[in-house]
Nanobody, 127 residues
Framework: QVQLVESGGGLVQTGGSLRLSCAASGRTFSSYAMVWFRQAPGKEREFVGCISRSGVIKYYADSVNGRFTISRDNAKNTLFLQMNSMKPEDTAAYYC????????????????????WGQGTQVTVSS
């Protein structure tokens, strides 16, 4: 089991940058695939990007590809999301999640692939 706590959200202007962190408890962080999702008001939670257990393989939604970078530090049990060139449509609550998906193939983009979720951190991009 793992517990996840996101941080780093806030208010940023269009074109600006933010770095989100997701701190994980437990000793088995490196055994989990990790993901970032986001949810804007009135919309469904959507996939942002995922990263393999080793951190070598990454996959992004088209809407953020080239602007966002997902990374992890397994020694520090932490997942990151570097967000650059931000747009107002990036405004949402951002959630990290973890699991060892079974029955799915990479990339693990489905919400149901992940059983452990953080509480979310709010990101607002002003125009």
């Amino acid at each position: 089991q793992v517990q996840l706590v996101e941080s780093g959200g806030g208010l940023v202007q269009t074109g600006g940058s933010l770095r989100l962190s997701c701190a994980a408890s437990g000793r088995t962080f490196s055994s989990y695939a990790m993901v970032w999702f986001r949810q804007a008001p009135g919309k469904e939670r959507e996939f942002v990007g995922c990263i393999s257990r080793s951190g070598v393989i990454k996959y992004y939604a088209d809407s953020v590809n080239g602007r966002f970078t997902i990374s992890r530090d397994n020694a520090k049990n932490t997942l990151f999301l570097q967000m650059n060139s931000m747009k107002p449509e990036d405004t949402a609550a951002y959630y990290c999640a973890a699991d060892v998906p079974s029955g799915s193939t990479w990339p693990y983009r489905r919400r149901n692939d992940y059983g452990y979720w953080g509480q979310g951190t709010q990101v607002t991009v002003s125009s």
